[in-house]
């Protein structure tokens, strides 16, 4: 197995999953094993911005409402909406009931069905509401969970990038970085982002280092059930349903946040 130079592969994370302006110098298979092995750093610094700006709405004046707003809309912006697109053909795709091969052209048509249209709808309403509830609460409860939400999403791109897992189509992004990441290394990955999310809970309090440890764990779950139904529905990943995954692991740490006693 060949070395991966590590700016080589978070030039391929940050170039292939935000808006930031870093080249991608390197477009191959061990490029792509770095890049999605490194995926959470980049949720890690799009979770940063997001409970940056949610905290800056707050310190000006705005109330959890909007401050939950803005920091829903970090992530959004800077993965150009794909995530949520991909969402939204995935559950067209899936919502269809037709067999791997038209399923997988209506996830390629550019308009959005009515399973896309109502996934959008209430998982973008849950995400508000959550972040609010948690704004509302504690000015830390909410800057975490949108941190921690964000690494969640990005995590489930690196088990989703495993090995044994096969992509659904021969060409896209889905099959650039179909089966780069070993397991040992994504299990290596969930541990310290697990340990590194109970430190973020800490900070707010003993219960909510065990919640968001939880919360991340189950989300991981929550995802991979998705993944094998995916994988068995279409063959394989595609892109969209990378950018699906991302989604439900970022909104259901955000539902699991606002869970139990505060």
């Keep these: 197995m060949s070395k991966i130079p590590p700016l080589d592969g978070l030039r391929f994370a940050f170039g292939t999953l935000t808006v930031l302006p870093v080249r991608v110098t390197r477009w191959d298979r061990t490029a792509a094993r770095g890049g999605m092995t490194s995926a959470p750093l980049v949720g890690l610094v799009v979770g940063a911005v997001a409970a940056g700006l949610g905290l800056l709405l707050l310190f000006l004046g705005a109330g959890p409402l909007t401050a939950a707003v803005g920091s829903a809309a970090v992530p959004a912006v800077l993965t150009r909406g794909l995530h949520l697109d991909g969402l939204a053909d995935t559950a067209d795709g899936l919502g269809s009931g037709r067999p791997a091969e038209d399923a997988l052209r209506i996830m390629k048509q550019s308009d959005i069905g009515p399973f896309g249209v109502l996934t959008l709808v209430f998982v973008l309403l849950a995400q508000v509401a959550t972040l609010a509830q948690l704004y509302d609460d504690s000015w830390t409860r909410g800057a975490i969970a949108a941190l921690v939400s964000a690494v969640a999403a990005r995590l489930a791109l690196t088990l989703a990038a495993r ?100």
Excluded at 196 to 212: C, I, N, V, W
């Design 163 to 262: 090995k044994g897992v096969p992509p659904a189509r021969p060409e896209g992004l889905g099959a650039a970085v179909a089966g780069v990441v070993p397991l040992p290394g994504a299990l290596a990955v969930t541990a310290a982002c697990v340990l590194a999310s109970a430190a973020l809970g800490a900070l707010s309090s003993p219960s909510d280092a065990l919640r968001t440890a939880a919360a991340l764990l189950l989300a991981t779950a929550t995802t991979e059930l998705l993944l094998r139904h995916c994988t068995r529905r279409f063959g394989g990943i595609t892109g969209d349903v990378f950018g699906a995954l991302a989604e439900t692991a970022a909104t259901t740490v955000l539902v699991l946040s606002v869970l139990g006693p505060s």
